[in-house]
């Protein structure tokens, strides 16, 4: 196995490519202030993980601008709508996003596109002048997409609870102190930067924490980087932790990870086997969070605190305070599983730019939200999720929503209705499956043909990992569906499925 890249010392930026020194990190990141300026309008970060995609977000944040950060996997239309609706007017991007990213953009019209490795990119950089830009400007919170708990992706700024917005560049850089990451030693970016916990990085970059980065994750390559480049921070999600457990002990003896302080565990609830493996491989030094893009953190649990309350996610994290519900929204009480909903003490809950109707849908009360999640609380306060009662599908820690591939495959001549519903998955928590009803029960369309057509329109994760013929899906006469219903049936059926 190759190393994971150059050696760190010195380095403020490390990838598998080349060291970045503090003042090359800075002289880059702050002429993309500069252009970033002149452009006008957010600036999008379109690119898989890799040094410059980070400095590309660091000047980004130092401009001012709200960066939207764009998912690496989008298709050239999925990515148009994001550049549209964020207003996007620059948009920086990677090899492998080059081409889509100038798609979309052409698309969406009067958006400038340039990719770190196009002939002109240092041209381009050096028509900016150097040094930072005047600190006269706000520094305001990216500009995210998130499928949240009904609809297609709806756009929302990072909460102040995660993103500290500040009048200028030096408060914005005082407040980023608190960052749990900063402080630690190197940190390790591995999870994708278009995720709210990998974005943590960009700011405790900013407040000086030096930055390792992995093109995408792999266990082995993981232990590696931990052990090399002496890993004190990490953010990771149960698959990470599920992939990393299983590897032969051989593997895992070989690397030493014992720099380890804090590895932030996000994205989606752990299983239980998991968690207490990775505690008892590492040591105390998970932090669980529960929370998600709209309003950050809303409940978290320290390993030690775990190890007394196991399959947990913690207790209530300020200004949250967790709400348990029965299906008339009355109360309900200790220990007793409900409907999970959080109330905000300042009032703000969950805000979709744009979308006050979506906005209101996820609330039951002013500033008291939904994650579409049933659970129950214990006496001591300590929060368990149990089941979803969203349609919305976690699966390898990415939120995907079932309506984007039904509105695919219904398209399809040989499809006479869909439903997607999430089930259970030894490696990813859960994964998307297609419920399809054929035109044509005697003759239907191949599973491998049903496969296809949703990956010509669609990126690959928002695609079912399984499609199951089957005879109805049992509607209501209004039309509606019960999810729930159809993922017990599901998990209790054998059918025929896709890959």
């Not at 492998?96 to 950089?125: F, K, M, Q, S, Y």
């Not at 990956?455 to 019960?482: M, T």
């Amino acid at each position: 196995m190759t190393g994971p890249g150059p050696d760190p010392d010195g380095a403020l930026i490390v990838d598998a490519e080349r060291a970045w020194s503090a003042d090359e990190v800075w002289d880059t990141a702050d002429r993309i202030a500069h252009l970033a300026r002149a452009a006008g309008g957010r600036t999008a970060v379109f690119a898989e993980n890799a040094a410059p995609a980070v400095v590309a977000h660091l000047g980004g944040l130092r401009s001012g601008a709200s960066v939207v950060a764009v998912n690496s996997h989008l298709a050239a239309p999925e990515a148009e709508y994001q550049l549209t609706t964020g207003e996007v007017r620059l948009v920086i991007a990677g090899p492998a996003t080059a081409e889509r990213a100038r798609d979309a953009a052409a698309r969406a019209g009067g958006i400038e596109v340039h990719a770190w490795d196009d002939p002109d990119w240092d041209d381009w950089l050096a028509s900016a002048p150097a040094g930072p830009p005047p600190d006269d400007v706000p520094i305001v919170p990216n500009l995210l997409f998130t499928s949240g708990t009904t609809g297609t992706p709806k756009a929302t700024h990072l909460p102040p609870n995660v993103f500290p917005p500040r009048a200028s560049w030096a408060e914005f850089v005082e407040a980023t102190q608190a960052n749990r990451f900063v402080g630690l030693g190197r940190h390790l970016v591995v999870a994708p930067l278009h995720h709210t916990g990998p974005l943590n990085a960009v700011r405790a970059l900013a407040a000086g924490t030096p930055i390792g980065i992995l093109g995408r994750f792999d266990a082995a390559r993981t232990l590696q980087a931990i052990d090399e480049w002496a890993i004190a921070s990490t953010t990771l999600v149960p698959t990470h932790l599920a992939r990393l457990a299983a590897l032969p002990d051989e593997v895992r003896a070989r690397f030493d990870v014992s720099s380890l302080e804090l590895v932030f565990l996000t994205g989606a609830a752990c299983p239980v086997d998991v968690k207490q493996a990775i505690i008892d491989w590492w040591g105390p030094v998970v932090l669980e969070a529960y929370g998600a893009t709209e309003v950050g953190v809303t409940a978290s649990i320290t390993s030690e605190d775990w190890l007394a309350h196991p399959g947990s996610v913690g207790r209530s994290v300020a200004p949250y305070e967790a709400v348990v519900v029965d299906d008339e929204g009355r109360t309900v009480p200790a220990g007793t599983e409900g409907r999970l909903y959080f109330a905000d003490a300042t009032g703000r809950g969950i805000v979709y730019e744009g979308d006050p109707e979506r906005t209101a849908a996820a609330h039951i009360a002013p500033g008291v939200f939904t994650l579409g999640e049933i659970g129950r609380v214990d006496e001591d306060g300590f929060v368990f999720i149990t089941d979803r009662f969203s349609d919305m599908v976690v699966t390898g820690g990415v939120n995907v929503y079932p309506a984007e591939m039904e509105q695919v495959l219904v398209a399809h001549p040989g499809v006479a209705d869909v439903a997607g519903v999430g089930l259970p998955h030894p490696d990813l928590g859960e994964q998307l499956v297609a419920l399809v009803v054929p035109v044509d029960p005697a003759s239907p369309s191949s599973i491998e043909d049903l496969q296809a057509w949703c990956e010509d329109r669609l990126s690959r994760f928002k695609c079912p990992r399984q499609i199951r013929l089957v005879d109805d899906l049992a509607r209501n006469p209004l039309g509606k569906l019960d999810k729930r219903t159809l993922r017990e049936r599901a998990a209790d059926t054998d059918a025929d499925h896709g890959p």
